[in-house]
C-alpha cells in the first residue's frame, strides 16, 4: 500500500510540474488562465445560479484541458520531426482546430449565461 500512495504522490508531484511549466512558458495557457478568472468574477458578480456554476465551471476546465492537450500534441510532433511534413502540419493544425473549437463554444457559454444578466 505504501509503494502505491508513493507512485500516486510522484504522480501528482510530476502533474503539477506540468501544470506550472504551463503557466510559465505557455502564453495562450495564461491568456485562459485570466479569461477563466473573469468568469469566476462575474458568475460571482452576476450571483448566477448552481447550475449555470457548473457550465461556466465544466467550460474552464475544459478549456484548459484542451490547451494543455494541443501543447502537449505540438511539443510530441516537435519532438518527432523539426522538419516540415504534411503528417506533422496536419497534427498541429488539427489540434489548434480543437482548440478554436472550444474556445467558440466558450464564447456561446459565455452569452448564453451572462447575456440575461447584462
Request: with cysteine.
Amino acid at each position: 500500500m505504501k509503494e502505491v500512495i508513493k507512485r500516486h504522490t510522484i504522480s501528482f508531484k510530476n502533474a503539477l510540474s506540468g501544470l506550472w511549466w504551463a503557466v510559465k512558458s505557455q502564453p495562450n495557457f495564461r491568456v485562459h488562465l485570466v479569461l477563466a478568472s473573469l468568469a469566476i468574477c462575474l458568475s460571482w458578480y452576476f450571483g448566477i445560479t448552481s447550475t449555470e456554476w457548473a457550465i461556466i465551471i465544466f467550460t474552464i476546465v475544459l478549456g484548459l484541458s484542451a490547451e494543455l492537450i494541443n501543447t502537449a500534441l505540438e511539443s510530441m510532433t516537435d519532438l518527432i520531426t523539426r522538419e516540415w511534413k504534411m503528417e506533422a502540419k496536419i497534427a498541429k493544425d488539427v489540434s489548434a482546430g480543437m482548440m478554436l473549437t472550444v474556445a467558440a463554444g466558450a464564447i456561446v457559454v459565455a452569452i448564453a449565461v451572462f447575456g440575461q444578466y447584462i
